[in-house]
């Protein structure tokens, strides 16, 4: 709003655009902005929207537009799909539970720690979030190899191998939503609760971590998202027999795109935009927090 | 208040990174300094050779030349898509401005290899956008999308624009709306007010976020297998034939260690812009 | 004071971050059941003393004694005392019962005798009622109350508040004042308190300890501390004082006397009768201390001449500025008359309310 002592000058400059033309002009950005916006959302939309009608059409192979409807390809998914979704989920939840035992309590060393070269710990344990995926697949892919030549040992092409790569790419999630919460969490409620006779252990389970523990979940969420959807690491660390489920399209696009792998997209796009709705709400997740997901699909 | 004895619960993860992780990345970096004696096998001797190789073959600098094309492109289309769209977000709370945003945070979490298939069908040549176009008379013949950086920036720019827009957020929301009723109040229109007060003052963000498009875009790998091809040679593209077709690990590695040091010189670029952004605040 | 009721003590407490000292070996001893407060701006060290007593930092020297015990390093959590903290730390994800008993399940208390202390407390602090509400839920004075409930839910020896107050508006800030102070009486408990605000020390405490710049300025009774301050700093840190530069000429058998420095306007006596300081030697520097209502406008006779040159209306007294020399003023504090004086004025007050500082 104008003040009196600049509402002077600026009507004189202003007076050389009719005040109505002006006012037309600026109620006309928000349409226009709105229609942007609506074009932008159809675009966000569309390959998911697309997914599903491929998923309904009636031909095997993928036709557009379909001749017809049908529901026949949900049936017949074939069980490695199943068994991919069963591996994919079990990997994730390992390399979630395993990067919570690491990277939590490295979070509160470093939030409340006194760590010496603290800045540069952090940029390490933060950094794999920065290396795409596909060359922490090469790394880890020539690691195991270097191993199997040392020591004779094979972790190529086993669960565990792929646990340990997972487990290290999704644990600054956990990190980073540790010390941002940590960062605006009051000394104080720790203190009292030293003061009112709890021990330090004590006090992290009975205080701490249930006022941290929506930031953790939070994190825990996008590392599992990050891991469940991980193809361009775990494409180099399984060479034969089970994939993942998202491999396991991946690979079956490549050979035999067919309407099934439409259908197991559409249920996968289902329940992950069901599950993230669902966390939008109850975890009050912070989308800004999406902006660390990194490292390239 | 800091305090000493929190520090040890940094141990377990230091020392996993320490015997893993730091050891995985230099193992990669030091194969690149090897010859390839096969399959599968580097030789002990040390070597510059396959540098001189990826940066003086044909292939594989036409690959790194394309990708970094493929960035430029994407960058370009998802600030273009993304920046109007951030302003709509941060100056609008309708229930439609928040539902696009929470559809843009949805889009960036969905399953990538299922918006691969997605954009296979969209992208086809009877597909719904050459449908579009012929039915709207804009062309006779379709269009080919496939295995061209046509069709790839435009699902690639699907893939970045969450993550453009959800950069630039903070930052418009940071710039005071009174400086734009100010800019109008002194006879401004919109348009001049956007280009001379709200694009200097975003301009931190829209630097982040362009370099973390850029980022993403040349070391992505699903989008461009499904959606660009073998044919397109982009350098990540490459790598995985090296690695696991050829078995070439010394070519492999010598690529995934000059695109290591690409996405690093421009995550360092990053920080530096953040940390200046965060000085002048 | 009976030295064996003494409570606490201090010992050469002191502590250092890093180069910087916060507290500098402090002497202090605190009698059972006593209300003390530490007064001071920032950054003189009241809150790092209090945190030390707590046990929440560790003092680099001295000893910290309760009831004759050497506690300094005994940790926060066994040192039973209970604790409110400037933005009351209550644990957001507890109930306002879960809170206050929080410290008594860490005491292994039975069941049901949480839930019957719990509900004393509650009534304690007026919140009967409100046990099963969160935090968020309430207004920052319940807050507060809830805050000394759970400090005070587990008996503790000693009481510690940082601060506490601060975060209130004054109007709840006053009525807090007195509910804290009649809990404080009714359960007899020693009571630390460490404020800013010269009003609340004045107005709550047995005792109040001035801190300037990490160490103790003055220990006294708040109506002791107004009327005896021992130094400028304090005399100027507790209530408002008019200050001026002389020398001591002489001490009379009922005052002392001093020559205040140049220039006054002609006529008027330079050389004041004050309280007799025998302490501050004959010909050392010193500062004449009056306070605003100690000083009154006499028609004949007085001891300074002035003009006044401004008054300030505030509700049941009035300030009145009174010129008494080239850039100097004195202040005067009166009940406000049918109108404010003007022109010339003559200044008087008793010699004994004339205090005399040393110069520092």
């Known amino acids: 709003m104008a003040t009196p002592a600049s509402s002077a000058p600026a009507a004189s400059v202003a007076g050389h655009v009719p005040a109505a033309r002006r006012r037309r002009r600026l109620d006309m950005v928000r349409p226009i902005l709105t229609g942007w916006a609506l074009l932008v959302a159809v675009f966000l939309l569309a390959p998911l929207i697309i997914v599903f009608i491929d998923s309904i059409g009636v031909e095997q192979y993928v036709v557009f537009p379909p001749g017809g409807w049908s529901l026949h390809w949900y049936q017949v998914i074939p069980k490695y799909y199943l068994d991919g979704a069963i591996l994919s989920v079990g990997l994730a939840v390992a390399s979630v539970a395993a990067a919570t035992i690491f990277a939590v309590p490295a979070g509160m060393a470093i939030a409340r720690g006194s760590l010496p070269g603290r800045a540069a710990i952090d940029a390490l344990l933060r950094s794999p979030v920065q290396i795409p995926l596909l060359i922490s697949g090469v790394a880890f892919l020539q690691f195991y190899v270097l191993i199997r030549t040392l020591t004779g040992v094979t972790v190529t092409d086993s669960f565990v191998g792929l646990w340990i790569a997972h487990t290290i790419v999704v644990s600054p999630y956990l990190l980073t939503a540790v010390v941002a919460r940590l960062s605006r969490y009051p000394a104080s409620l720790d203190e009292a609760a030293y003061g009112l006779g709890a021990g330090p252990v004590r006090t992290f389970f009975d205080i701490t971590l249930p006022i941290i523990s929506p930031a953790v979940a939070s994190g825990l969420f996008f590392a599992f998202l990050v891991s469940f959807d991980n193809v361009p690491t775990t494409v180099f660390l399984i060479q034969s027999g089970k994939t993942t489920l998202p491999l396991a399209i991946f690979y079956d696009t490549d050979q035999d795109l067919s309407r099934i792998q439409y259908a197991v997209g559409t249920i996968v796009t289902v329940v992950f935009t069901t599950l993230i709705l669902v966390a939008m709400r109850w975890l009050r997740l912070l989308p800004s927090s999406a902006s660390a997901r990194r490292g390239g699909g | 208040?800091?305090?000493?004895?929190?520090?040890?619960?940094?141990?377990?993860?230091?020392?996993?990174?320490?015997?893993?992780?730091?050891?995985?990345?230099?193992?990669?970096?030091?194969?690149?300094?090897?010859?390839?004696?096969?399959?599968?096998?580097?030789?002990?001797?040390?070597?510059?050779?396959?540098?001189?190789?990826?940066?003086?073959?044909?292939?594989?600098?036409?690959?790194?030349?394309?990708?970094?094309?493929?960035?430029?492109?994407?960058?370009?289309?998802?600030?273009?898509?993304?920046?109007?769209?951030?302003?709509?977000?941060?100056?609008?709370?309708?229930?439609?401005?928040?539902?696009?945003?929470?559809?843009?945070?949805?889009?960036?979490?969905?399953?990538?290899?299922?918006?691969?298939?997605?954009?296979?069908?969209?992208?086809?040549?009877?597909?719904?956008?050459?449908?579009?176009?012929?039915?709207?008379?804009?062309?006779?013949?379709?269009?080919?999308?496939?295995?061209?950086?046509?069709?790839?920036?435009?699902?690639?720019?699907?893939?970045?624009?969450?993550?453009?827009?959800?950069?630039?957020?903070?930052?418009?929301?940071?710039?005071?709306?009174?400086?734009?009723?100010?800019?109008?109040?002194?006879?401004?229109?919109?348009?001049?007010?956007?280009?001379?007060?709200?694009?200097?003052?975003?301009?931190?963000?829209?630097?982040?976020?362009?370099?973390?498009?850029?980022?993403?875009?040349?070391?992505?790998?699903?989008?461009?297998?499904?959606?660009?091809?073998?044919?397109?040679?982009?350098?990540?593209?490459?790598?995985?034939?090296?690695?696991?077709?050829?078995?070439?690990?010394?070519?492999?590695?010598?690529?995934?260690?000059?695109?290591?040091?690409?996405?690093?010189?421009?995550v360092v670029m990053a920080s530096v812009v953040g940390g200046r952004s965060r000085v002048a605040r | 004071?009976?030295?064996?009721?003494?409570?606490?003590?201090?010992?050469?407490?002191?502590?250092?971050?890093?180069?910087?000292?916060?507290?500098?070996?402090?002497?202090?001893?605190?009698?059972?059941?006593?209300?003390?407060?530490?007064?001071?701006?920032?950054?003189?060290?009241?809150?790092?003393?209090?945190?030390?007593?707590?046990?929440?930092?560790?003092?680099?020297?001295?000893?910290?004694?309760?009831?004759?015990?050497?506690?300094?390093?005994?940790?926060?959590?066994?040192?039973?005392?209970?604790?409110?903290?400037?933005?009351?730390?209550?644990?957001?994800?507890?109930?306002?019962?879960?809170?206050?008993?929080?410290?008594?399940?860490?005491?292994?208390?039975?069941?049901?005798?949480?839930?019957?202390?719990?509900?004393?407390?509650?009534?304690?602090?007026?919140?009967?009622?409100?046990?099963?509400?969160?935090?968020?839920?309430?207004?920052?004075?319940?807050?507060?109350?809830?805050?000394?409930?759970?400090?005070?839910?587990?008996?503790?020896r000693l009481l510690l508040m940082d601060e506490a107050l601060g975060a209130l508006d004054a109007k709840l800030r006053e009525y807090m004042r007195v509910e804290i102070r009649r809990i404080q009486r009714l359960l007899q408990i020693t009571t630390i308190h460490v404020t800013h605000d010269q009003d609340e020390a004045l107005g709550m405490s047995d005792r109040v300890v001035v801190m300037r710049q990490a160490k103790i300025a003055q220990v006294a009774a708040p109506r002791d501390l107004y009327t005896d301050p021992t130094s400028v700093y304090v005399a100027d840190f507790v209530g408002r004082i008019n200050l001026l530069w002389g020398h001591v000429v002489e001490h009379a058998a009922d005052a002392t006397i001093v020559e205040l420095d140049d220039p006054f306007p002609p006529a008027t006596a330079t050389r004041i009768r004050a309280r007799r300081t025998p302490d501050q030697a004959v010909g050392s520097r010193v500062r004449v201390g009056i306070r605003p209502e100690a000083v009154r406008l006499v028609e004949g006779g007085g001891v300074l001449a002035g003009v006044v040159s401004g008054a300030r209306f505030g509700g049941p007294l009035e300030y009145v500025t009174v010129a008494i020399g080239p850039d100097r003023t004195l202040d005067l504090l009166r009940r406000p008359g049918d109108a404010p004086p003007q022109g010339n004025v003559l200044l008087d007050w008793a010699p004994d309310q004339a205090l005399v500082l040393p110069a520092d």
């Not at chain 2, 193992?27 to 096998?41: D, E």
């Not at chain 2, 690639?156 to 109008?184: C, D, Q, R, W």
């Not at chain 2, 963000?205 to 073998?230: K, N, Y």
Request: proline content about 5%.
């Open chain 2, 1 to 266: 208040m800091r305090n000493r004895r929190w520090n040890w619960l940094v141990i377990p993860m230091l020392v996993a990174f320490a015997t893993i992780y730091v050891p995985a990345i230099v193992s990669f970096v030091l194969i690149s300094f090897h010859p390839s004696t096969g399959p599968g096998s580097v030789g002990p001797e040390w070597t510059l050779g396959n540098y001189a190789k990826v940066l003086g073959d044909a292939v594989y600098q036409t690959g790194l030349w394309r990708s970094v094309a493929l960035g430029a492109i994407t960058v370009a289309g998802s600030l273009i898509l993304g920046f109007p769209l951030a302003y709509y977000i941060s100056r609008y709370s309708s229930r439609f401005a928040i539902a696009v945003f929470t559809l843009l945070y949805v889009s960036s979490l969905t399953s990538i290899v299922i918006r691969g298939l997605g954009w296979i069908t969209l992208l086809g040549t009877t597909g719904p956008i050459n449908g579009i176009l012929q039915m709207l008379g804009l062309i006779q013949e379709p269009v080919i999308f496939y295995g061209n950086l046509l069709g790839l920036s435009i699902a690639m720019i699907h893939y970045t624009l969450p993550f453009m827009v959800l950069t630039l957020l903070p930052v418009m929301h940071a710039i005071p709306t009174g400086l734009e009723e100010a800019s109008s109040g002194m006879g401004a229109g919109f348009v001049t007010t956007v280009r001379r007060v709200v694009v200097p003052l975003a301009m931190p963000g829209v630097l982040a976020g362009s370099l973390l498009v850029f980022a993403m875009t040349i070391s992505a790998f699903v989008i461009p297998r499904l959606v660009g091809g073998l044919t397109l040679r982009l350098t990540a593209l490459l790598i995985d034939q090296e690695m696991r077709t050829t078995y070439n690990y010394a070519i492999g590695s010598t690529l995934a260690s000059v695109l290591l040091l690409l996405v690093a010189v421009v």
């Open chain 3, 1 to 156: 004071m009976d030295q064996d009721t003494v409570v606490l003590s201090l010992r050469q407490l002191t502590k250092h971050f890093g180069g910087v000292v916060a507290v500098d070996g402090i002497d202090l001893d605190i009698n059972k059941g006593e209300f003390i407060t530490l007064l001071g701006p920032s950054g003189c060290g009241k809150t790092t003393t209090v945190r030390m007593i707590g046990g929440y930092e560790e003092p680099t020297a001295g000893q910290i004694i309760v009831d004759g015990q050497d506690i300094t390093n005994v940790p926060a959590r066994d040192r039973n005392f209970g604790m409110v903290f400037q933005d009351y730390a209550l644990f957001p994800h507890m109930t306002v019962s879960d809170n206050i008993a929080y410290p008594l399940r860490m005491r292994k208390w039975a069941r049901d005798r949480v839930a019957g202390r719990v509900s004393e407390m509650l009534d304690l602090v007026r919140l009967d009622g409100m046990g099963k509400r969160h935090p968020w839920e309430l207004s920052g004075g319940q807050r507060q109350r809830v805050a000394l409930a759970r400090a005070l839910s587990f008996s503790p």
